[in-house]
């Protein structure tokens, strides 16, 4: 098999930044022409969401609601990195769509860093807990400046189950930096980092997509719809992405030279 030792370099030097961070950025993941379709997608959805009504949208489960969503789910240029880091024998089991306008800076608002994972966090009693998962985050528009509504994250604190409170409850943690993305740019990270989105205090408005992959034998998270008339769109890589399988036990002890993800992608 013929190896492109410059893209294999490049994938292992994201690793090694993903595994020391718990995030990396992913420059020029989408073309212009593709931010400029997802962009359209997302205001669609948006004028069907909020009407009239404005305002911020964070919806679950978008990804069936467009072909433009449902081709990203084994987008090329961020599809190797999830494989390099959970391996082949995973899905896509949660995903969310951003919109977040401007915010008045007289507003307040509640405590703001998170880890991914809901009830994990609670239910696993592990230092540091386990990975699981690692999300992907598609920026369509420029935050390649800080207060535009950042992704905004502690580095190296996905080995840590918890961070320092500010009493106040400030989101100004020690330690934390705006990832500084521009549209097109993607971002990978470790469910575990403590992230959150920071205030947006410029003129623009932000909009991001957020697909989330797991190991098959983990329950989905989000009650997945998609379009029937967007069901040719389905390749066995994206059935498999999107939950498939033949059996129960199948999910548990596959043979993973068998799945399509591995396959597509020869390895």
Not at 10 to 15: G, M, N, Y
Not at 196 to 209: E, F, Q, V, Y
Request: with cysteine; charged share 30%.
């Amino acid at each position: 098999m013929r190896v492109d030792h410059e893209r294999a370099g490049e994938r292992s030097a994201l690793r090694e930044t993903f595994e020391r961070d718990g995030f990396v950025l992913i420059e020029g993941a989408l073309a212009a022409d593709e931010v400029e379709r997802l962009t359209a997608a997302v205001d669609r959805v948006y004028r069907v969401e909020r009407e009239d009504e404005g305002g911020p949208l964070h919806l679950l489960a978008f990804c069936g609601r467009d072909a433009a969503f449902l081709e990203m789910i084994d987008h090329p240029a961020t599809l190797p990195h999830v494989v390099d880091t959970l391996g082949p024998s995973i899905f896509m089991y949660h995903c969310h769509l951003d919109v977040h306008p401007p915010e008045p800076p007289d507003i307040a608002r509640p405590w703001m860093w998170h880890q991914d994972g809901g009830v994990v966090n609670r239910d696993l009693e592990t230092s540091p807990r386990p990975r699981l998962s690692v999300k992907v985050a598609y920026f369509l528009t420029d935050v390649s400046e800080p207060r535009r509504g950042n992704f905004a994250v502690v580095p190296g604190s996905h080995v840590a189950n918890a961070i320092e409170r500010p009493r106040d409850d400030e989101d100004d943690v020690r330690g934390s930096v705006p990832v500084l993305a521009h549209a097109g740019d993607a971002v990978l990270f470790d469910r575990r980092l403590w992230h959150m989105r920071s205030r947006n205090g410029s003129p623009i408005t932000r909009k991001a997509l957020f697909y989330a992959y797991t190991f098959r034998w983990v329950r989905a998270r989000d009650e997945l719809d998609v379009r029937a008339d967007l069901l040719h769109l389905i390749t066995p890589v994206r059935a498999q992405l999107l939950g498939a399988g033949s059996s129960a036990i199948e999910f548990w002890m596959p043979d993973d030279r068998d799945l399509p993800v591995r396959t597509a992608l020869g390895g």
